[in-house]
């Protein structure tokens, strides 16, 4: 069964802590992207890797950071230093040639209190 | 860098009339643009696509329609139905890398 699979659906953390969000796709894509959803916002860029052991800050980098060790696993990890860490994050992967279409995971919920 | 607005932020209709949901973005250098469908608490699904060297494309009681000139494209779905109720996403890609910019989103409700 091909796809994205982000885990866990709903991540409970409390302030202070560190939390890492799981993102793998059996799609053979060479590009994966983390995106953060909030109401009213759209979708906004966090990081996002074109190769294995790559990677590209996004528009709101600031308290996040990734791996790419692999090219089925993205990882994202929510530092302390995110200022406002809740939120629905978007994991996705894609083509890069010759298109460039990006298919998304299920998402994960955080809850930071 | 890219921008993307999507307009309108809500959209109702009845069902069976048509919906039409516009986006302008501001690099002209941009060369890809799909459309997301997002059902409450889910991921967005890629529901179609078109590239600058095509003017309109469609998919059934979907098209998408782009203006490189003005620099904007729109969404039409026609024959709505109430399982047509989501969030759409438009978005757009850049020169620099891979990475898609996207609009804030329309709401779309269907009624019966």
């Known amino acids: 069964d091909g796809g994205i699979t982000q885990s866990p659906k709903y991540l409970f953390r409390k302030e202070g802590q560190n939390v890492t969000l799981s993102c793998e796709q059996n799609?053979?894509?060479?590009?994966m992207y983390w995106y953060r959803q909030d109401p009213g916002q759209g979708l906004r860029l966090i990081y996002y890797?074109?190769?294995?052991?790559?990677?590209q800050k996004g528009d709101i980098a600031e308290g996040y950071s990734v791996s790419r060790e692999k090219k089925e696993s993205f990882p994202l990890t929510v530092t302390s230093a995110q200022k406002n860490p809740t939120a629905f994050y978007l994991c996705?992967?894609?083509?890069?040639?010759?298109?460039?279409?990006?298919?998304f995971g299920p998402g994960t919920r955080l809850t930071v209190t | 860098g890219e921008n993307v607005e999507q307009h309108p932020s809500t959209l109702s209709v009845q069902e069976g009339d048509s919906a039409v949901i516009k986006c302008t973005y501001s690099?002209?250098?941009?060369?890809?643009f799909p459309w997301y469908k997002q059902e409450l608490g889910k991921g967005p699904q890629l529901i179609i696509d078109?590239?600058?060297?095509?003017g309109e494309k469609k998919d059934q009681r979907i098209a998408v329609t782009l203006n490189k000139t003005a620099k904007h494209f729109s969404l039409h779905i026609t024959e709505t139905q109430p399982e047509d109720s989501a969030v759409y996403f438009c978005?757009?890609?850049?020169?620099?890398?891979?990475?898609?910019?996207f609009g804030k989103g329309t709401t779309l409700s269907v009624s019966s």
């Open positions: 799609l053979n894509h060479d590009a």
């Open positions: 978005a757009a890609k850049g020169q620099a890398g891979t990475a898609l910019i």
């Open positions: 890797s074109q190769i294995v052991n790559d990677f």
């Open positions: 690099d002209s250098a941009s060369n890809y």
């Open positions: 996705a992967s894609g083509v890069t040639h010759p298109g460039y279409e990006q298919y």
């Open positions: 078109i590239r600058s060297n095509v």
